[in-house]
């Protein structure tokens, strides 16, 4: 049975900014970390900025992470899991910002799908960081494969990279990140696209651009190369999000055409409104409890809990299993937020499960 190390040996697959960064901040966290790339040059330069301890795979690693681009990680994926010789207890996972199409190829207990929160305008191994992840959101997608103990040792290395791990369901991630993610990025690289186009004649236009045309055109410097793949594997959301921006800015348009100045006001208002309400990074919450929950030895449970909490927007700050020695059922313990811990027992009842809350010492 897996469980919970205080550090191990770890795979990083693919050295670029999300690789990099997941090699530093896990090194700090004592693991031995080891690298590959299909750049030999780049696996190089890994090692010598000290980014990885050594180049190649380890058939021994606890925990493979592939940071690979969507076109590729299914097969990459895929072939770390397809390995005999590798380690039985191994935990593989991935970064990939489109969950659907991996999760739905790889019903496999080795494997719980993943996606950090988090980038950098700089590419490549020069952006990489071991405090990239710090705040972030770790989506991981549990589902009706999923081994509870792989996904609390999954959860805990997450957390102690700094990140929050969010569960979510594998469509539900693909849908919103398309909102918060995907079209965010396509419409800063439109303006800036419209900027490029607009200074051609007019040469003062691109030095006129202030702090916010700045800030809404930041991650269009990010690294190109990914999103074809991305926009690709997640086109259905992509586009069903774009839809309905079109019809936002069809409606401005109206609003400004005519002069509608109360239509107008009223559009800006609620999204300033709803922008100064935006969470910052995620912290730990400083009041916690644990909530146990008596489960049964069945596929999806963990997924089923989990995503609960994630529709009620409580963050699991930590996970374990403590399983019955008669077998065929155990109880997950749940580090959370104190002032939501009610909503979340109340609704795991509703559906069935026995739980109880407790104040940590």
Known sequence: MTQPVDSGRVLVIGMGLIGGSVALGLKEQGFSVSGVDLDDTREAEALR???????????????????????????????????????????????????????????????????????????????????????????????????????????????????????????????????????????????????????????????????????????????PAIWPELCAANATAITATLDQVIGDLHDLRAMVSTGDRSGLERFLTASSTARRALPAKQVVPKSLVLLKVVVTDRPGILADVTTVASDLQVNVVDLQI???????????????DELRSQDLRRALVERGYRCTLEALA
């Open 49 to 223: 900025l000290g980014i990885i301890d050594a180049i190649g795979d380890d058939l021994s690693a606890d925990l493979v992470v592939v940071c690979v681009p969507a076109a590729s990680v299914v097969e990459v994926v895929g072939e770390v899991l397809a390995n005999p010789l590798r380690s039985a207890d191994v935990i593989v996972t991935d970064v990939c910002g489109v969950k659907v199409p991996l999760v739905t190829a790889m019903r496999d207990v080795r494997f719980i799908g993943g996606h950090p929160m988090a980038g950098s305008e700089q590419l490549g191994l020069d952006g990489a960081r071991a405090d990239l992840f710090v705040g972030a959101t770790w989506v991981l997608t549990p589902g009706p494969t999923t081994d509870a103990s792989r996904y609390a040792r999954l959860s805990s290395i997450v957390a102690r990279l700094g990140a929050m791990p969010l569960a979510l369901d594998a469509a539900d991630h693909d849908r919103l990140v398309a909102v918060v993610s995907h079209v965010p990025h396509l419409l800063a690289a439109t303006l800036m696209h419209r900027a490029v186009i607009g200074a051609a004649s007019d040469g003062a236009l691109l030095q006129l651009a202030a702090g916010g045309f700045r800030d809404m055109t930041r991650v269009a410097a990010g690294d």
């Open 322 to 336: 403590a399983h019955s020695v008669e077998g065929g059922a155990g109880v997950l313990q749940l580090t959370i």
